[in-house]
């Protein structure tokens, strides 16, 4: 029997570690993530096409710079209160802040920075800005159903 490939409507499972420029470890994942290669996923293209051809045990690195990850960090969406025009339930760094702009729309921006009585919200990502580096190793590779590839994986399937 041959060993199973990375491939379109695979099913891959993978842990994974971001890393950023100062080595530091902004996330990682060591219980294995599944998703649908070549189908609905929520994977950088530049990482999918990384793990192409991948088997079971391989690791991958792949650095993307802002402009291919979370784009530039925009000073246009931050934004600093004084911390008593500041409901209490959100005057702690890393809450979660739901505004809403003229047109409807709407965005989180977490509180970044509490400082001298002034609270700074932040509606980029938390990675914006940010040259990343992805470690990615293959764990699990299975046939994909034509619903997972549509629709992607929503939980890891067990077998």
């Known amino acids: 029997m041959t060993e199973p490939v990375v491939s379109k ?8 570690s971001i890393v950023g420029d100062g080595g530091e470890v902004l996330e990682q994942s060591d219980i294995p993530v599944y998703y649908a290669h070549g189908g609905v996923n929520q994977m950088f293209p530049e990482v999918e096409a990384a793990l192409e051809g991948c088997t079971i045990g391989d690791t991958i690195e792949v650095k993307l710079p802002p ?10 969406l931050t934004f600093v209160d004084d911390i008593d025009n500041v409901p209490p339930e959100f005057r702690h ?67």
Request: glycine share 8%; hydrophobic share 35%.
């Open 67 to 76: 402009e291919k990850a979370f784009g530039p960090h925009d000073p246009d």
């Open 93 to 159: 760094v890393g809450a979660e802040v739901q505004m809403q702009n003229d047109r409807g729309e709407t965005r989180t921006f977490l509180v970044s920075k509490i400082d001298d009585g002034k609270l700074t919200v932040d509606g980029n990502h938390p990675f914006a800005g940010k040259t990343l580096t992805y470690s990615v190793t293959v764990n699990d590779i299975r046939d994909a159903t034509d619903e997972e590839m549509k629709k992607g994986v929503s939980a890891p399937v067990l077998h």
């Open 9 to 16: 409507n695979k099913v891959v499972a993978i842990t994974y």
